[in-house]
């Protein structure tokens, strides 16, 4: 079984395609998504990110918490989508890049910027969202959840990335041996959101598969 060395489940001939064909990201986005490849930051593919932006887009979503921004990549195309961004970050290395990005942006006054852990730091974010996106240790997204559910509004959504994990999630063919507990967790994660009775929950293949979960009450 092949598939790439990216986060990414689909076959790298697909993956292609689907590249070619959308419309390339210019200026900053552009100078982004390069310097992710260059420093190996772990940013959404661009079909991915184009399906959050979209998703943002038909739903109207005006407030979204983003759970790991990294460099700011997504949280720029969600505020450009027309959102309202509260986004955590931990990595106190990339949160210079991080600030600078938001900045260029113009989007200074549309993004939230909260530095630290995201399982402390979201202990103190009392709000309701529109739009959830979990995109942060994979290994936490169940302990992320009950916040999620706390803040996420009935008939918004919860979106969660990486959710297949190279593919090692759904075959034990892809096995790695010290990524055992991330993929349990990740199964665990996935079967709870699949049939929790609050949730419409839908795994989507794309990028390094992702789940779309729309809050029915
Ligand atoms: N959403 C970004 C990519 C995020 S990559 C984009 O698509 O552009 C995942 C990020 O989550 C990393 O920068 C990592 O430092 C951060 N992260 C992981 N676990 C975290 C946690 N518990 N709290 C805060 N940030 C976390
Ligand atoms: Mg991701």
Partial sequence: MENNEEYNINYEYISRYIRRTMKKST???AEME???KENEVPIAQPETAKLIENIILMSGAKK???IGSAIGYS???MAGAGAEVTTIERNEEIFDVLESNI???GYGDKIKLL???ALEILEGVDDTFDFIFVDAAKGQYSEFLPHCMRMLKVGGILFSDNILY???VATDELYKRRKITI???LRKYLDTICNMDELNTVIVPIGDGATISYRLK
Wanted: aromatic content about 4%.
């Fill in 75 to 77: 949280s720029i195309i």
């Fill in 103 to 105: 900045s260029k942006s």
């Fill in 183 to 185: 993929i349990r967790r």
């Fill in 166 to 168: 190279k593919g090692m």
């Fill in 115 to 117: 530095k630290g852990d």
């Fill in 34 to 36: 390069a310097y992710a």
């Fill in 64 to 66: 979204v918490l983003e």
């Fill in 27 to 29: 200026g900053l986005l």
